[in-house]
């Protein structure tokens, strides 16, 4: 259940509406599309981590200051730099401005990591307190679906608003970057099933990777009827209405204002889940990367107070900025996750040449989505996917793999006169 709730962020709550109204009677392959690039590749981190025994032997592949910044740059632009922000601003526009008006948005912000630091005070008991306490108040989602589901708002469109509906499905999955938040959350995650006296490896894997498939059911429970919702109405809207009003609208049709109320509770929930996650992995992360000098402590309460005033400056300009690192390190850091999932005893050269591969065409890649015309970049294959990375990966993986044997075949050449000698 506490897996569950942190995937379960509220940006997840308004996605799969928006793709089934996108999609029509299509509805269903946008979903599944959508659901293996999101969920699916944030399953695969979880047991690429328990392959290997943590997150950050994940990440070491590539060196240890190299894996110190890539972690620290995953934990920042997934924690207070962008994520844990959102979650307030989030919950002010879709749980406190319909329900409650004449709420300032800058004491609401204050109430709410006043709160959040309250939950993520104590390490141990995070994962305890999202998953037997948040949780089950966080499932009263699924009244509303079956609300959908028995008395539909009509049938979905013949017709899908858009080309693809399984491209558009993957590269809205593969955006959502829950791969990269897994590996912060896998931090608490393992700390707490530790803690409880699961200390050997064998233990951890069966009592975190059951976890992790009962989670991903329920994530495709939930997402799957929220995006069946989107596309009974898809005969009545575009894909012109903004994501956020189209739940609401759906939420409004189905159950009134007591619907609008009680989605409200579950988007507050989902941003509290999600916020306390990451705001207790990051603080964890950080105590351990600095050795104990700074306590768990200190970091929770610097985390929350950043978050509290980000929250309340113009946060579409920090997403704005954090999107492009966020693009740049996202694919070598699915290509280590790849690598202790399939080949964890890889040497580390050719995992290091395969995130290079992988490092330099996400940053070409992300140049030209950002306007510098680079060329050949957009003839790469799986470009239009955002998948563009995968065979440079493979390229320079091989090349470090035959360079070295290259170097060894030279060397003893090259050592035979001496050996003679």
Known sequence: FALFSMFFGAGNVI??????????????????????????????????????????????????????????????????????????????EMAIVPNLSGVSPVVFSILFFALILALCIRES?????????????????????????????????????????????????????????????????LQSVTAKGYDSGRKQFRVVGGSAVLAGILLLAVYMGLAYLGATVSAQYTNDIGRAQLIMVIIEALMGKVGMVLFGVVVGLACVTTAVALTSSAAAYFTELCRGKVSYKVFVIAICVFSAV?????????????????????????????????????????SRGAAIGALLTSVLCTLTANGVAIPLVESLPLYDLGLSWLIPAAVFGLAASLLRSHARKAEKVFSKPNEEL
Request: glycine share 8%; aromatic share 8%.
């Open 15 to 92: 996605f799969p509406p928006f793709l089934g109204l996108e999609s029509g009677s299509q509805w269903v392959s946008g979903f599944a599309a959508y659901f293996i690039a999101d969920i699916g590749l944030a399953m695969l981190a979880m047991f690429a981590l328990l392959r290997v025994g943590s997150s950050e032997a994940v990440v070491s592949r590539v060196g240890q200051i190299p894996a110190a910044v890539l972690m620290s740059a995953i934990i920042l632009c997934v924690g207070p730099m962008v994520a844990i922000p959102r979650t307030s601003a989030t919950t002010y």
């Open 125 to 189: 008991a995070v994962v305890d307190i999202v998953g037997k306490i948040l949780t089950p108040l966080l499932l009263g989602l699924f009244a509303i679906i079956i609300k959908g589901v028995i008395t539909p708002l009509g049938e979905p469109s013949a017709l899908p608003q858009i080309a693809n509906v399984a491209v558009t499905g993957i590269k809205a999955g593969y955006q959502t970057m829950d791969a990269l938040a897994a590996l912060p959350f896998g931090i608490i995650v």
């Open 310 to 350: 980000v929250s309340n400056l113009g946060l579409d300009r920090i997403v704005a900025v954090a999107a492009p690192v966020l693009d740049v390190i996202y694919p070598p850091t699915l290509v280590l996750i790849f690598i202790s999932l399939l080949a964890p005893h890889l040497p580390d050269r050719i």
